[in-house]
């Protein structure tokens, strides 16, 4: 979710804003955290836990992709990854550019009992280690908005994609999530009058014209409810003809 060491503080630090981590660490005080990761980790598992497990749900039923290779783009912490991996047969590699989010994915995943699935790397989403035409299926949850080149990181998406592969890549909660757990998580951010920096904001039409400008030409873009920062882009890789 953030870049690499000097890049990586930035993208934490970031990461903290928009979720409103930086405010709701009240709720974390009397834990000890060692880094940043560890406090994202202790959020996602805590304030944010519904929304990895619904999501997962909606991305299963939505593609029906069950089997082949995930990547989970920005993986964090490997919440995402392990509650897909839970509920399909997918091969998932959970990719980040933060080695300490990488680390406690590695123990989240081991803790899952889940490492013959999902498999944590380090590295960057705009340069990823995996040849062409790779991945059945590539998510993304809260990352692509910290990407420095935009453009270069749907290319990567779209690189990696195997022909008639679906990438599923955004922001927010998901549709899948329940209205109580909805509200309760918007409560927390409203009541803190926290959003998402200005800068870091992209709208329909920005995303459109990033997409096209990284070859993808083909694509839906939804949002979420009652999430200002939801915004989901969704397209497949087409067979050659």
């Known amino acids: 979710m953030s870049p690499l060491r000097g890049k990586k ?4 630090k970031l990461s903290l804003i928009i979720f409103g981590f930086l405010s709701v660490f009240a709720f974390s005080q009397h834990q000890e955290f060692k880094n940043d990761a560890e406090r ?11 929304v990895y497990s ?6 299963k039923e939505d593609f029906n992709i069950t089997r082949g290779v995930c990547v989970d783009i920005g ?32 123990k989240n995943i ?29 998510v993304s949850r809260a990352s692509f908005i910290f990407w420095k080149d935009k453009i270069k990181g749907f290319k990567e998406a779209a690189r990696i994609l195997k022909p008639g592969g679906v990438a599923f890549i955004g922001t927010g909660f998901g549709n899948r999530l329940p209205p109580s757990d909805r509200d309760r998580i918007q409560t927390i951010l409203s009541e803190k ?37 939801g915004l989901w882009v969704e397209f497949r890789k087409r067979h050659p003809r």
């Open 75 to 106: 993986g964090g912490t490997g919440n995402l990854a392990i509650e897909l991996a839970r509920i399909t047969d997918l091969k998932i590699y959970s990719l980040d550019i933060d080695s300490e989010a990488t680390a406690i994915a590695k």
């Open 193 to 229: 009058d926290i959003g998402p920096p200005a800068e870091l904001l992209v709208g329909i039409e920005e995303v459109s014209s990033i997409l096209r400008k990284a070859g993808v030409h083909e694509f839906n873009i939804s949002s979420d409810d009652k999430c200002i920062c």
């Open 54 to 59: 619904y999501l997962a749900i909606q991305i």
């Open 9 to 12: 503080a930035f993208g934490l």
């Open 110 to 138: 081991e803790a899952s009992s889940l490492g013959g699935s999902v498999i944590a790397i380090t590295a960057d989403a705009q340069s990823m280690p995996f040849p062409d035409n790779f991945a059945d299926l590539v």
């Open 40 to 50: 994202l980790d202790w959020i996602a598992r805590t304030i944010f836990k519904p």
